[in-house]
C-alpha cells in the first residue's frame, strides 16, 4: 500500500489491531518487546468507531521492515495490481495468520459488510477465519494477477454453532477512507 499523496509504503490492517493513538509504534512480532529494534512503524490513520471503519494503515520503517515491492501476498503467486467491487457469488481467497490459504465465496454485500462462506469446489481442513486474521486481504480466486476485493476483519465468534462465516470490509472503501493505493 502507499499513500496517495506522498507515495510513501504503509501497512495496512485492521483497526482493532492498532488501537493505540495515532503516531502510536507497531511492533512485530506482537510478542515482542517495545523496543527500536522490533518497531516496523508509527500508526498513521485509523478509521472511525463502528465494524464497517475497522481499518487503519501505518508508515513502514523501512530500516528495520523490507517493504514489498511486488505488492504480493505471502503464500500466492502474483502481485495486487487492482481492485473489484465485491459481488454476491464471487469466488475469492486469502492467506490468513491462523488458517493459512483459504477459500470463500461472497454470500451477502450489505451496509459496508462483505459476508464470506466456504467455497465447497476448494475446501481446506482449517476454517475460513480465525483470531489472528485479522488484516488479511480477500482477493479474486485467480492464480495470478488478482485484485483485492475487501479487508478481513473477523469470523464468526468461536465455541457456537454458527455456520463457518467471515466477515470483511470493501476495499475500495479502505482506500477511500485511509487515502491509500496499490
Do not use: C
Not at 24 to 29: A, G, L, R
Not at 85 to 111: A, D, L, S, Y
Amino acid at each position: 500500500m502507499y499513500d496517495k499523496k506522498t507515495n510513501k509504503p504503509l501497512g495496512l490492517t485492521n483497526r482493532h489491531i492498532l488501537n493505540k493513538q495515532i503516531g502510536y509504534s507497531v511492533i512485530q512480532p506482537a510478542t515482542k518487546s517495545r523496543t527500536s529494534k522490533y518497531v516496523i512503524g508509527n500508526i498513521l490513520r485509523k478509521g472511525r468507531s463502528g465494524k464497517q471503519n475497522d481499518f487503519a494503515v501505518f508508515e513502514i520503517n523501512i530500516n528495520n521492515r523490507q517493504i514489498d515491492k511486488e505488492n504480493s501476498i505471502y503464500g500466492l503467486t502474483g502481485k495486487i495490481t487492482d481492485y473489484v467491487e465485491p459481488k454476491e457469488g464471487m469466488k475469492v481467497q486469502k492467506v490468513g495468520q491462523r488458517t493459512g490459504h483459504t477459500f470463500g465465496i461472497i454470500q451477502k454485500v450489505k451496509n459496508n459488510t462483505v459476508t464470506i462462506i466456504p467455497n465447497p469446489d476448494k475446501p481446506t481442513s482449517n476454517e475460513i477465519s480465525r483470531g489472528g486474521d485479522s488484516g488479511s486481504l480477500w482477493v479474486t480466486d485467480e492464480e495470478v494477477n488478482f485484485k483485492a476485493v475487501a479487508l478481513h476483519r473477523a469470523g464468526e465468534p468461536d465455541g457456537h454453532n454458527y455456520k463457518d462465516k467471515a466477515f470483511a470490509i470493501p476495499i475500495k472503501r479502505v482506500l477511500n477512507a485511509l487515502q491509500i493505493k496499490f
